[in-house]
């Protein structure tokens, strides 16, 4: 069994109330709760899975964080992230997988670039733009912070300079005016291969699906979205929980296309 | 770009209308759709994304098949399997990434193996059990059929014999009752790590959930499901289809606990 | 109990399928389903509520037609009509109730104006316009064949020569271009009163939200949808229908607001 | 155009968030709103829909409230409510009109029980049955204060004890275990009338199902849930709101089959 070492991170998630959960550093020595502080070295030696009580006796778990824990509880976020709910999914669609080369516009905090770096390491790489320097910054350090760092190129840099290192096998971008950008994608994308974006509103979706079709160069779009719904775990009262989130963002799928003399 | 080789395979998706699609070997030399023939190996040496005609002039996409494409359209199916409508999520969820060892049981048609597979490859590996000789069969030529082969050992196996090769990183569970087995799982799987079950009916829920509550082997006890909505893609008249797909499977998300005094 | 009269009109209902039901004059004397003949004259002096048989032994349940019966399986419909899943909502949302006086346009099938007729009868009454000759025809045909023809006025008329009778309690719209008309409705209804439009599309939608907040004379504006899910009624295998419908309409719903000034 | 009167009730509206509404007696002269006081007999004579300030400036928008204004903002609650995203549905289902005789079990805090009333009025009755004395009193004080109990009566009874005055032309029943009266409900509704329970968690409809299969007295059996979802009404950003309600009760529909022998 995998123990815990002086400088593992945790997630501490509470008996009481798992939507109470911390994703802590061992090193930090203590870790204070609403409920009371925990004594992060004495976990050092022990497995992973283990209890461990605050000074008030409140009981939490303490796990060896995944990406998903990394992405709703590590990723510091100055953006909307986009969430498991979707990039689960999204990177499914883009048929990712060891070696291949993906290529992200822009980074934001960071969340799907770690998404996307996870699913192509150890021998591909994500190369990603992101204009903003506040969040090229941010989109970096979250990298790091999940250990991708090696897997991961991003460039503070606008996609109206166009892209570099092209063709690439697979796209996602997260752009505001991603229409403005399609002769450029469609060029950075190498034959038939898939590209995913992510839009809040109706609106974008129309402006972003006129602007396709008058493009040419992609086809099997598709607009889809999801809803995720928990139900309360109480086995004599199954039933969903009273509230849910009911939007995160609309996902366009699409693929390049290739029309005879178009070059 | 990326070229069509003799020996490729392609998807095929028509132009006039997205959901006729076909996952085909080029080395067959033609394909008959219901719209006339298409002369594959006129495909050699093309790039994907050319479009091909029918001799009767419908036209089609020949794009590289991604995983998606795969499970959507190439796995070869006897049992319900698990769509990326949730294997995408339940693949982040478990955290999974390069190196990693994940367990399942049971494998039924492979369409989860080779998610998981391309999840952990190349230095991970996937052991499935799989008790039924069918599905046994089924799922290794399927996850050979997906080039996945070398990531994953799949056993004709009854879980009820116990699981070799523990601890594992995390457990995916497609059983019919997986309660009668959580002494197993629990003790299958490594301190503190993630598990996903997938159940289709609330009766299920109730009865695992009731286990998983005696068992006090798990915590931070999830139950989900995901409702993916697709949209008509016309930009003048944006609306949601008229149909979709009203239910797959419940999720059923956990990670080990290891209680003091429990071994 | 109610028994069943030679005028009567019955719903049958099979009792091995639900799906399939009809609804027939028992005056008919004999209904031809696909699984054999029913002499419904036998039906009469037995209750509501009795099981009949084909004469090839399938048995069906025969039922008083309700308003809901009829709308699902008796208007005649040329059109997209209002289902219940959103008619009742909105009938609650209009605060309709007997001796209210509604404003309806445009008919259409007539479908939503009998939710309406049965909603303020037997004292009030609907006003409903419809410019198409065949949908005036047949709104009237359906109408009277719900019993409803005392409660309701409807004109073959369009909504650009005004409205007559104002104003009213309550209305509700129904137009491709609800926008051009947002004066003209204002005007037809009392201060405070409610309206309802259904339109299909998110295009309409940001155009008729755009509209009304040009105007200036509607408050409250909401603008919602209903998923209805159906659940496979078998006891032991409590689990949500594979499909469902996923879209018919969005509903906008306002108040009218008279604000200092404006008459 | 209709009046505010002294003896009025009006809906208060805030013109910058419509989310802060208040349904108010004008009798009371005065209102306090947390961004300060309205001064309502000010309102005496003007017209529904006017607009109102409060002393430090805010706009109300004054509505006449309707029957649905009275359900989310006037009955006073000490029970979970049918929400219209429900009762809209029940009540169509259950093909309510004027003069018809529907019973309820049990009333609660009357909020499906004035949606019954306003249904069936003026020359139709609702009979509710509520064995808890505080609930009685509650559902009795709200169905007053909705302006109809000339509509309704509700006795201080056990469903137990049996019905009185039946048949009824339709049921609805919001009891925790409506399997445990199932042959008394069934004595008591006409024949092939229609019945509507509500039940929040998946055990009991599991429960219900099953007693109804047994019972044998029911057919055209549907579960079915409602998911309702509100958008954000800026027309430049059209995108469903960020959370919605998940879930509130499922609904259960069947009608009264009359076996031949059954009596």
Redesign the interface.
């Known amino acids: 069994?995998?123990k815990i070492e002086q400088n593992s991170r945790v997630l501490l998630?509470s008996?009481e109330d798992?939507s109470r959960?911390y994703l802590v550093d061992v090193a930090r020595g203590k870790f204070s709760t609403r409920k009371g502080d925990i004594d992060l070295s004495a976990l050092v030696g022990k497995?992973?899975?283990?209890?461990v009580s605050t000074h008030l006796g409140e009981q939490f778990?303490?796990?060896?964080?995944?990406?998903?824990?990394f992405i709703m509880k590590g990723v510091r976020r100055q953006t909307q992230i986009v969430y498991?709910?979707d990039?689960?999914?999204?990177?499914?669609?883009?048929?990712l997988?060891?070696g291949m080369r993906v290529f992200e516009c822009g980074a934001g905090s960071g969340a799907m670039t770690v998404?996307l770096a996870?699913?192509v390491?150890?021998?591909g790489k994500v190369v990603s733009y992101e204009a903003d320097e506040r969040f090229y910054e941010l989109s970096r350090r979250n990298v790091a912070a999940a250990g991708l760092a090696d897997f991961v190129e991003i460039h503070h840099r606008d996609l109206a300079d166009g892209i570099d290192g092209a063709?690439y096998d697979a796209m996602f971008v997260d752009l505001r005016h991603p229409w403005e950008y399609l002769e450029t994608l469609w060029r950075g994308l190498?034959?038939?291969?898939?590209i995913a974006f992510v839009l809040?509103?109706?609106?974008q979706?129309?402006?972003l699906?006129?602007a396709i079709?008058s493009h040419g160069g992609f086809?099997?779009?598709?607009?889809?979205?999801?809803?995720?719904?928990?139900?309360?775990?109480?086995?004599?009262?199954?039933?969903?929980?009273?509230?849910?989130?009911?939007?995160t963002t609309?996902i366009i799928t699409a693929?390049?296309?290739?029309?005879?003399g178009k070059d």
């Open positions: 069994m995998a998630v008996l798992n959960r497995d992973f899975g283990c209890v778990v303490a796990l060896r964080p995944t990406l998903y824990d498991p709910k990039s689960g999914y999204i990177a499914l669609f883009l048929g997988g060891n998404v996870n699913a390491a150890p021998d063709p190498d034959g038939g291969a898939p809040p509103t109706a609106n979706i129309i402006q699906l006129g079709q086809v099997d779009v598709q607009v889809l979205e999801f809803l995720m719904r928990f139900y309360k775990t109480v086995p004599e009262r199954l039933r969903p929980e009273d509230r849910m989130v009911a939007h609309f693929r390049k296309v290739v029309p005879d």
